[in-house]
């Protein structure tokens, strides 16, 4: 699997995967709304914003902020996205 990033598609490439009896295939085209990170950060972005003061207190505040995320909640967020539970 590969975006469609312009080096990703140039001259050899699918041969060189194919080479190797394996499939080259793309991702579909960018979504925000499938995309389970996206979904995630903008509540960690919104919870963030009150405690602005640089990059110091951005990292001493992080590991706060992820016990704001529950494993469920990220759950929900992949399941949104399409994607399967394993």
Same mark, same amino acid.
């Given at each position: 699997?590969?975006? #469609?990033?312009?080096?990703?598609?140039?001259?050899?490439?699918?041969?060189?995967?194919?080479?190797?009896?394996?499939?080259?295939?793309?991702?579909?085209?960018?979504?925000?709304?499938?995309?389970?990170? #996206?979904?995630?950060?903008?509540?960690?972005?919104?919870?963030?914003?009150?405690?602005?003061?640089?990059?110091?207190?951005?990292?001493?505040?992080?590991?706060?902020?992820?016990?704001?995320? #529950?494993?469920?909640?990220?759950?929900?967020?992949?399941?949104?996205?399409?994607?399967?539970?394993?």
């Amino acid at each position: 699997m590969m975006d #469609k990033l312009a080096a990703h598609k140039a001259a050899g490439v699918q041969e060189a995967i194919e080479s190797v009896c394996a499939e080259l295939r793309y991702l579909p085209p960018y979504s925000p709304d499938l995309n389970a990170i #996206k979904m995630a950060f903008s509540k960690f972005k919104v919870c963030y914003a009150p405690r602005r003061s640089g990059l110091d207190a951005l990292w001493n505040s992080v590991g706060d902020l992820c016990t704001l995320f #529950k494993p469920q909640e990220c759950a929900n967020y992949f399941a949104a996205a399409g994607y399967e539970p394993t």
